[in-house]
């Protein structure tokens, strides 16, 4: 079922009959039998996008305040700027995470590592240690290593999921070429997410996400790695020739 929770959209959106064909095709290669969500939404301050969310609230007329789970998002700045071979490599991107179950396996990976950062300090209270260690030195010192600790804590936290999120971003990659055999077109949407993203007006924005990610690293892999990702695929499946 395809939704349009834009803020100018509709209830139903029987608006993307191409899209909904799109979808069916992709589904069929990927051999994925299950009901599927799309919702169309507005673009992010960042640009046009889309991505696999494991629980979407509605904004807007007759479904607000409604929740769905496993959703496609696709904010509605893609069709503008994509052509329906470049699109369905997008769309066939997420399918690999969906049929992967990949939203699943990463939120389990982040509650791993949130538990990690929790459990430590509060058994170190539970067990005496942290009055101890305010008793034996003074209230300051020991909020200083408390915070050190959960600032460490949270950056090798963010840092290993990130690491684990950049792989799966290159395996969904990787499946799409080889469901979709159109490398190209993967290519060419790759390029044009980056180049609308250099265009966010939005500076602050942008620059925190940058300083963000230096510390943690990003989720996806870079727009270059991807690319030469896709060239040395199409170097692997060259066809042979005199076959």
Do not use: C
Not at 59 to 88: A, P, Q, W
Not at 183 to 209: F, H, V
Not at 213 to 229: D, L
């Amino acid at each position: 079922m395809i939704y349009d929770d834009t803020t100018n959209g509709v209830d139903n959106a029987d608006i993307y009959p191409k899209l909904d064909g799109l979808i069916n095709d992709i589904k069929r290669k990927f051999e994925i039998n299950e009901e599927l969500n799309f919702v169309i939404i507005d673009d992010y301050p960042s640009g046009p996008d889309l991505g696999v969310q494991r629980k979407y609230k509605f904004n807007y007329r007759s479904k607000k305040g409604s929740t769905l789970d496993n959703v496609l998002i696709i904010t509605k700045g893609i069709f503008k700027i994509m052509n329906s071979d470049e699109l369905e490599m997008l769309i066939a991107h997420e399918f690999s995470h969906i049929k992967n179950k990949d939203t699943t396996a990463l939120n389990y990976i982040r509650k791993k590592y949130l538990s990690l950062i929790i459990i430590p300090p509060v058994l170190g209270i539970v067990l005496g240690a942290g009055v101890e260690l305010v008793i034996k030195y003074n209230l300051l010192a020991a909020s200083l290593i408390i915070i050190s600790y959960f600032i460490i804590a949270a950056l090798e936290g963010a840092r290993a999921y990130n690491s684990k999120k950049r792989s799966i971003e290159t395996r969904a990659d990787e499946d799409a070429l080889n469901v979709m055999l159109n490398p190209d077109a993967l290519r060419n949407a790759i390029e044009k997410i980056n180049d609308t993203k250099k265009l966010n007006p939005n500076k602050l924005i942008y620059l925190s996400w940058k300083i963000f990610y230096f510390f943690v690293g990003h989720t996806h892999p870079s727009p270059a790695e991807r690319i030469i990702n896709i060239e040395k695929w199409k170097e692997q499946n060259k066809p042979i020739k005199g076959t």
